[in-house]
């Protein structure tokens, strides 16, 4: 089974601090993702990468910047926390082989005070 | 550019009632279409997926048929279990693109 890990389930950081968010997949994955989600608008994508090193903007990317230094990891960067990124955010993977399918990460509650 | 668009809930049934979630998408192209279920405090998992039209996916008792027609690609379920109760996203992807395009999502509680 493939799997997707985050690593916090609940995190509370104070604006202006740095936050990290981290997603490793074991399958192998090619493609990695990053979503936000809030109530009323679903998932929406901050960014994704399809190698390693590589990397392209999603619907959001302002306020965010990603790493994917290496294939079974990919990370979330806010430089400067504020209240409006207070949301939930969701990791997955997918394979070039399996028609699009993504594999979701139990997701990250980030509160910023 | 590509859009899914599903029905607004929040909706609430009744134990063993019929469910019926509307789901239409558009696309340039033929896209593989999908349903994802998000359980209470979980992430998204796949609940059935259809790569080209006239196909139906299928899975827990739930089903959608891909239909290029009306575009669209509603999600059905003849008898809901309280344990149905979770958000379902309809979403579609096009081949060679590994982007998703997600709907809203659908709240869906099954009261017993």
């Known amino acids: 089974d493939v799997k997707v890990t985050q690593s916090s389930r609940y995190l509370v950081k104070r604006t202006g601090e740095k936050v990290f968010l981290e997603c490793v997949q074991d399958m192998d994955h090619e493609n990695m993702f990053w979503y936000r989600q809030d109530p009323g608008l679903g998932l929406r994508l901050i960014y994704f990468?399809?190698?390693?090193?590589?990397?392209e903007k999603g619907d959001i990317p302002e306020g965010y910047s990603v790493s994917r230094e290496k294939k079974e990891r990919f990370s979330l960067i806010l430089e400067s926390a504020s209240t409006n990124q207070t949301s939930m955010y969701l990791c997955?993977?997918?394979?070039?082989?399996?028609?699009?399918?993504?594999?979701f990460g139990p997701g990250t509650r980030l509160t910023v005070l | 550019g590509n859009s899914v668009t599903q029905m607004e809930g929040p909706v609430t049934l009744s134990e063993e009632a019929f469910l019926t979630i509307n789901c239409t998408y558009t696309a340039t192209g033929y896209p593989s279409l999908f349903w994802y279920v998000q359980y209470p405090g979980e992430g998204l998992q796949l609940l059935l997926k259809?790569?080209?039209?006239?196909d139906k996916g299928s899975n827990k008792g739930f089903e959608a048929t891909y239909r290029k027609e009306t575009t669209s690609f509603h999600l059905e379920k003849g008898s809901v279990q309280v344990s149905d109760s979770a958000v379902y996203f309809c979403a579609l992807g096009m081949r060679g693109y590994q982007k998703v395009t997600f709907g809203t999502g659908t709240k869906l509680q099954v009261i017993p």
């Open positions: 997955a993977s997918s394979s070039n082989r399996r028609d699009n399918e993504q594999f």
């Open positions: 990468s399809y190698d390693v090193k590589m990397k």
């Open positions: 259809a790569t080209k039209a006239d």
